[in-house]
């Protein structure tokens, strides 16, 4: 068993009871093998051809149900952590240092070696976020944790990046034309703003929007196969923010 199964199996185990909510649409697509095969490769210039090397890790780190989680997998050593956004959060390297961290301890394999005199070889991390919110916002961003800091005149120990790729239209276009799950999610969003703009039914909006994807061979299989799930995910996402609207007014 490879030691990027290990770990996969190691943080899985941790998480049993927390697989069952959905945070988003694009969550749920990167629960595909074969979807975030494809993402990883565009991202990274790689080639890897095996969806089975793929290990998907289900991590919840204690958040509240209502925040949304982390899509996260890992491939060859590589930990990847990517995240779907359509608010822009200054707060990202910092969140997912907490995700890499609180899955580091689940594994206990490191951990049991932590005081030893042997160097424990951690998986590498990845983070990356897709925004694709309203605000503007430029192409590519890099956020770094030390941006949070207090003080950021002297050395500093301890760093933590993120990428943010907009992926509205009009932007990475190159990066979406290689993805068809990039490209099928942008779409897909934009059938449904367009339709929230006729309608104040946001399930019809949803119905039609699937049923257009469908038709025009857009993540059709994935659509087919999970409309009702897409439509209660979003159906509930926006009622949670609807609730966070009115509560901080």
Known sequence: ?????VYAEAINSAEKGNREYKSDVFSMLLENKNYALEVYNVLNHSNYTNPDDIEITYTNHGAKVEIKNDASFLIDGHTNYYEHQSTYNP???LRFLIYYVSDIMKIEEIMDDIYGREMIELPTPHF???YNGTEKRDEIEVMNLSDLFKHKDGPMDLEASCVVYNINPGFNEEL??????LSGYTTFVEKVRGYRR???NLYDALKQAIKEC???GILAEFFKE???EVIRVIQLDYS???REEIAHK
């Open 176 to 181: 979406k034309n290689q993805s068809k799950v």
């Open 198 to 200: 006729k309608t104040e």
């Open 226 to 228: 999970k409309e009702n």
């Open 91 to 93: 707060n990202m390297p």
């Open 1 to 5: 068993m490879s030691k990027t199964t």
């Open 240 to 242: 949670i923010e609807k």
């Open 214 to 216: 469908i038709e025009e």
């Open 128 to 130: 990356v976020v897709f």
